[in-house]
């Protein structure tokens, strides 16, 4: 029994296959984590108790992990803090303006390119984020809008890291932000210095 996932989503499917899971579980975990934007594979109703403990145990839910977050003054603004599972460290940012719901996504943890202008040079370059990473930065906002009512409507690549650095992960991920979270390619920004 083969997947044919979204690169993105290689471990889920690598742990269904050890699982002896059938093919379509993927689509089911995709439909729940992208479109119905679920917190967590307990949320999967139609996925076995069994299969979502195992998951839980085997596999987390997201590789991006919240640490702090804050608002502006006006609430305009949210960023957030998130831990990868490596322990670095990298920064998101949804900007509200209204009809307009923009994610500020990073692609790298720090950056080479050191530009004046830019605090993240500063502190050096670490790694690339893969797209799984990249995407659920997204994710973490688009749960955090669909609980006001709202969704993502824009994506940004101006967070930490220089995009073009890390193409082929960024592409990667624009991808699975088209594709599964339904995101139009017309809505997604890659700025590059």
């Given at each position: 029994?083969?997947?044919?996932?979204?690169?993105?989503?290689?471990?889920?499917?690598?742990?269904?296959?050890?699982?002896?899971?059938?093919?379509?579980?993927?689509?089911?975990?995709?439909?729940?984590?992208?479109?119905?934007?679920?917190?967590g594979y307990g949320a999967m109703r139609?996925?076995?108790?069994?299969?979502?403990?195992?998951?839980?145990?085997?596999?987390?839910?997201?590789?991006?992990?919240?640490?702090?977050?804050?608002?502006?003054?006006?609430g305009s603004t949210t960023k957030v803090?998130?831990?990868?599972?490596?322990?670095?460290?990298?920064?998101?940012?949804?900007?509200?303006?209204?009809?307009?719901?923009?994610?500020?996504?990073?692609?790298?943890?720090?950056?080479?390119?050191?530009?004046?202008?830019?605090?993240?040079?500063?502190?050096?370059?670490?790694?690339?984020?893969?797209?799984?990473?990249?995407?659920?930065?997204?994710?973490?906002?688009?749960?955090?809008?669909?609980?006001?009512?709202?969704?993502?409507?824009?994506?940004?690549?101006?967070?930490?890291?220089?995009?073009?650095?890390?193409?082929?992960?960024?592409?990667?991920?624009?991808?699975?932000?088209?594709?599964?979270?339904?995101?139009?390619?017309?809505?997604?920004?890659?700025?590059?210095?």
């Amino acid at each position: 029994m083969s997947f044919s996932p979204h690169p993105a989503n290689l471990a889920i499917a690598d742990t269904l296959n050890l699982l002896g899971e059938p093919r379509f579980r993927l689509r089911q975990i995709e439909e729940w984590k992208y479109r119905k934007l679920v917190s967590g594979y307990g949320a999967m109703r139609n996925l076995p108790l069994a299969l979502r403990e195992q998951l839980q145990r085997v596999l987390p839910f997201s590789t991006v992990e919240p640490v702090d977050e804050r608002d502006s003054a006006d609430g305009s603004t949210t960023k957030v803090l998130l831990r990868l599972d490596d322990g670095q460290l990298v920064e998101s940012v949804l900007m509200r303006q209204p009809p307009r719901n923009t994610i500020c996504v990073s692609s790298q943890a720090g950056c080479k390119m050191a530009c004046s202008f830019c605090a993240t040079g500063h502190g050096g370059w670490q790694r690339n984020l893969t797209p799984d990473q990249i995407a659920d930065q997204v994710l973490h906002f688009a749960r955090l809008l669909k609980d006001e009512g709202g969704h993502v409507t824009n994506v940004v690549f101006m967070g930490m890291g220089e995009p073009l650095d890390n193409y082929d992960n960024v592409l990667a991920a624009i991808n699975l932000l088209n594709g599964l979270l339904g995101l139009g390619a017309r809505h997604i920004t890659v700025s590059t210095c």
